[in-house]
């Protein structure tokens, strides 16, 4: 990576913050409107234990529930994508469920298993996050050209070993652009529920005891790590993304 | 002379929501060891079916399909196959793609072995220093000929071609008549060409089959002289021009624009 590729959005974030700062002291606003940037120093060094054991329960729980995404959002978008009649069957039910604002279904979730907050974050954060990939495996899957299978098929390979050898390489980058989507779905879905849930963990929860305490600088605080940790998974599926996939990049010629 | 390809009586069905769509209906075909055979016909006609029931992709509803003495009953490792469109693994370099059969097909040559042979496939079709390309950076050419190294890397008994140079331009279409011409040498292959270019049949082939509308029946057969035409300039003989006539005449028939006449066959 060159020198240009990494200074250039750390100047972008640090203009960004300075204007943030600016802001602030130009409008005058008290902390309770919006913290400032200066702020958020002291927020950090205050709870930096709180940040560290918060930040590590959303994110375990966020790439746990992400994982199983991939697992179930891959077997089904296997199912729809070999089988025409389920995916006539499958597809409407999962647009209906996507449909579903996940706002609605937090409480709900909460209230079915209540105490069980580790369970719950991660399923929200499992359901929220599905969609994308299934649907894209599955497309992926069904518009594998006829020939690509007559290739192995002709040859007496079986339809496993057409899936492995050719139908899931040929699919990783639609899987990978859907998996984009799903990371900061998933994110969302585990902070969801940890600011819903009484008693909750994760940066979520910290996020709400700020505000029960009236701590502005804390909450600011929090919005900043959570982008940071967003920006974080994001693009460590970008890195795997590369490493599986890199090949569909389209060389400058 | 034992035909390594004999196809009797052959008659399939679709299907379809609308109803069973005919698309064979008594179709017969023989290909002699060593042959190579073009069949023509009207788009849609049935001649990528044709070369699925070769393949053993699929099972004609009625008649028989023979390879080298067995009734195909499913896919068979001996046929390799080609198509219109390259189908190459794009996260794969080009002698990758190539040796991919031989991940299918159980060989007892060593790695070495198979690598050196996809090499010299590669080689003979001038692809020689394009091994470690990926396929996106060949033109659409070098592709099928890379296609066409791969169809032959596991050493098939029969070579499956569907339409596999229709989508390139002219200029590159007469080159790869030419590669074919010199793989048939140094490869000898029983062969099955589906085309829709009759310059191209009888420039490669040494009979050309022509099928009916659909369903599609066995309409036409024409013999092309050992002698030719084998290069460029041989096509604007006229006994080219009289074979290209024939033909020409012969798909008038199959499109339903002429009507029959009494000597096809
Ligand atoms: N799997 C299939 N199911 C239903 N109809 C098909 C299928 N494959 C091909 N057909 C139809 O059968 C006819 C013959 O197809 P094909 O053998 O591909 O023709 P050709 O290669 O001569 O153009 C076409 O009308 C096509 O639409
Ligand atoms: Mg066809």
């Keep these: 990576m060159s020198w240009r590729k990494i200074a250039t959005p750390l100047i972008a974030i640090l203009v960004f913050l300075a204007l943030w700062e600016a802001l602030v002291w130009a409008m005058g606003w008290p902390n309770y409107r919006m913290a400032s940037p200066s702020d958020l120093g002291p927020a950090y060094t205050k709870y930096w234990e709180l940040f560290l054991v918060?930040?590590?329960?959303?994110?375990?729980?966020?790439?746990?529930?992400?994982?199983?995404?991939?697992?179930?959002?891959?077997?089904?978008g296997m199912v729809m994508g070999f089988s025409r009649t389920m995916r006539d069957a499958l597809y409407p039910l999962l647009v209906g469920f996507n449909a579903i604002p996940k706002a609605t279904v937090v409480p709900i979730v909460a209230l079915m298993f209540v105490g069980a907050h580790d369970f719950n974050t991660v399923l929200i954060a499992f359901m929220i996050s599905f969609f994308p990939i299934a649907v894209s495996v599955s497309i992926?899957?069904?518009?594998?050209?006829?020939?690509?299978?007559?290739?192995?098929?002709?040859?007496?390979?079986?339809?496993?070993?057409?899936?492995?050898?050719?139908?899931?390489?040929?699919?990783?980058?639609?899987?990978?652009?859907?998996?984009?989507?799903?990371?900061?779905?998933?994110?969302?879905?585990?902070?969801?529920?940890?600011?819903?849930?009484?008693?909750?963990?994760?940066?979520?929860?910290?996020?709400?005891?700020?505000?029960?305490?009236?701590?502005?600088?804390?909450?600011?605080?929090?919005?900043?790590a959570l982008a940071v940790l967003g920006i974080v998974l994001?693009?460590?599926?970008?890195?795997?993304?590369?490493?599986?996939?890199?090949?569909?990049e389209r060389q400058p010629h | 002379?034992?035909?390594?390809?004999?196809?009797?009586?052959?008659?399939?069905?679709?299907?379809?929501?609308?109803?069973?769509?005919?698309?064979?209906?008594?179709?017969?075909?023989?290909?002699?060891?060593?042959?190579?055979?073009?069949?023509?016909?009207?788009?849609?006609?049935?001649?990528?079916?044709?070369?699925?029931?070769?393949a053993g992709l699929m099972k004609p509803d009625e008649g028989e399909v023979w390879l080298h003495g067995a009734r195909v009953t499913g896919p068979r490792a001996t046929v390799g196959m080609a198509f219109q469109n390259p189908v190459l693994l794009e996260w794969r370099s080009i002698l990758k793609n190539v040796m991919l059969p031989l991940e299918i097909v159980p060989t007892k040559s060593s790695r070495a072995e198979q690598e050196a042979?996809?090499?010299?496939?590669?080689?003979?079709?001038?692809?020689?220093?394009?091994?470690?390309?990926?396929?996106?950076?060949?033109?659409?050419?070098?592709?099928?000929?890379?296609?066409?190294?791969?169809a032959l890397v596991h050493k098939p008994e029969v070579l499956i071609l569907d339409e596999p140079f229709g989508a390139l331009d002219a200029f590159t279409r007469e080159d790869l008549w030419q590669t074919m011409h010199k793989v048939k040498q140094e490869e000898p292959f029983t062969g099955v060409l589906i085309t829709h270019d009759l310059r191209e049949?009888?420039?490669?082939?040494?009979?050309?089959?022509?099928?009916?509308?659909?369903p599609a029946r066995t309409q036409y057969v024409l013999d092309v002289p050992q002698t030719g035409p084998r290069d460029l300039d041989h096509l604007y003989t006229t006994e080219a021009a009289e074979m290209l006539a024939i033909l020409r005449h012969q798909i008038e028939i199959a499109q339903g624009r002429a009507p029959a006449d009494e000597v096809s066959a």
């Design chain 2, 201 to 214: 049949s009888i420039f490669l082939a040494d009979q050309v089959v022509v099928l009916s509308g659909r």
């Design chain 1, 54 to 76: 918060n930040g590590w329960q959303t994110l375990w729980r966020t790439v746990v529930g992400l994982l199983l995404a991939v697992i179930v959002g891959t077997g089904i």
């Design chain 1, 234 to 248: 994001y693009y460590v599926v970008v890195a795997l993304e590369k490493i599986f996939a890199g090949w569909a």
């Design chain 2, 1 to 54: 002379m034992e035909n390594l390809i004999e196809i009797k009586g052959v008659r399939h069905a679709y299907t379809t929501a609308s109803g069973p769509l005919p698309v064979l209906d008594g179709l017969e075909l023989a290909v002699p060891e060593g042959g190579f055979v073009a069949v023509v016909g009207p788009s849609g006609c049935g001649k990528s079916t044709l070369t699925r029931l070769i």
């Design chain 1, 140 to 224: 992926g899957l069904s518009t594998l050209e006829p020939e690509y299978r007559d290739i192995l098929r002709s040859l007496g390979a079986s339809q496993s070993t057409v899936f492995w050898k050719i139908a899931l390489p040929k699919t990783l980058p639609e899987f990978f652009g859907a998996l984009k989507v799903a990371v900061t779905l998933a994110f969302i879905g585990t902070n969801l529920m940890e600011i819903v849930s009484p008693h909750g963990r994760g940066l979520g929860a910290l996020f709400d005891s700020g505000k029960t305490n009236s701590d502005y600088p804390l909450m600011f605080a929090v919005l900043i």
């Design chain 2, 117 to 150: 042979r996809a090499r010299y496939l590669l080689d003979l079709v001038g692809l020689a220093g394009f091994e470690d390309k990926k396929p996106s950076e060949l033109s659409g050419g070098m592709r099928q000929r890379a296609s066409l190294c791969r």
